[in-house]
């Protein structure tokens, strides 16, 4: 059994439902580590990026907006996104996740138990979960920045940046 990490997020739908605290209790089954979490409202740079392999589907705008929270506005736009660590990680917390289309989804699944698929289609199944290692790595960087995670996962290194705008506390 390899030590993997994956990266997690609660969809807007699943934030909308009040299911947090579910989803939470839920994954914690799998007696896994969280090692960065916090609250993202989406871009829609971000939400591109995370759902480039399917840019080509007529449904990609929708998923776009879906990760986004647009359709549920205000104070549901946005996503809890976690990493969570442990051996065998990505296939034991998929199968408490369950199947992507929460109608085939295992009853006891938090897709299962809390998804939908709208009337547009649109598959509101309240948590993403990264589906392999390759993709656990790419999502995890392209979520969390190196000092957003408790423990170094990935090789780093120190740039100095100049000029760079950043948001600080007044």
Same mark, same amino acid.
């Given at each position: 059994? =390899?030590?993997?990490?994956?990266?997690?997020?609660?969809?807007?739908?699943?934030?909308?439902?009040?299911?947090?605290? #579910?989803? !939470?209790?839920? !994954? $914690?089954?799998?007696?896994?580590?969280?090692?960065? &979490?916090? &609250?993202? %409202?989406?871009? /829609?740079?971000? @939400?591109? =990026?995370? +759902?480039?392999?399917?840019?080509? %589907?007529?449904?990609?705008?929708?998923? *776009?907006?879906?990760?986004?929270?647009?359709?549920?506005?205000?104070? +549901?736009?946005?996503?809890? =996104?976690?990493?969570?660590?442990?051996?065998? @990680?990505?296939?034991?917390?998929?199968?408490?996740?369950? &199947?992507? #289309?929460?109608?085939?989804?295992?009853?006891? $699944?938090?897709?299962? =138990?809390?998804?939908?698929?709208?009337? /547009?289609?649109?598959?509101? #199944? *309240?948590?993403?979960? $990264?589906?392999?290692?390759?993709? @656990?790595?790419?999502?995890?960087?392209?979520?969390? /920045?190196?000092?957003?995670?408790? %423990?170094?996962?990935?090789?780093? /290194?120190?740039?100095? *940046?100049?000029?760079? @705008?950043?948001?600080?506390?007044?």
């Amino acid at each position: 059994m =390899a030590v993997e990490q994956l990266l997690i997020l609660i969809k807007p739908d699943g934030i909308k439902k009040s299911l947090t605290g #579910n989803i !939470l209790t839920k !994954l $914690s089954e799998a007696r896994m580590v969280i090692i960065g &979490a916090k &609250a993202v %409202k989406v871009s /829609k740079e971000l @939400a591109e =990026a995370h +759902y480039y392999q399917l840019k080509d %589907k007529l449904f990609f705008g929708e998923l *776009v907006d879906y990760i986004q929270g647009k359709i549920y506005g205000e104070p +549901y736009d946005r996503v809890l =996104a976690f990493v969570y660590q442990g051996e065998d @990680a990505i296939l034991r917390m998929r199968k408490i996740a369950g &199947a992507t #289309n929460p109608e085939e989804a295992d009853p006891v $699944s938090i897709r299962g =138990a809390y998804g939908r698929i709208t009337t /547009k289609g649109v598959y509101e #199944n *309240v948590v993403h979960c $990264s589906s392999d290692q390759l993709e @656990a790595a790419r999502e995890i960087k392209l979520w969390f /920045k190196p000092e957003d995670i408790v %423990k170094e996962i990935y090789p780093t /290194k120190k740039i100095t *940046v100049e000029k760079e @705008a950043k948001t600080i506390w007044t």
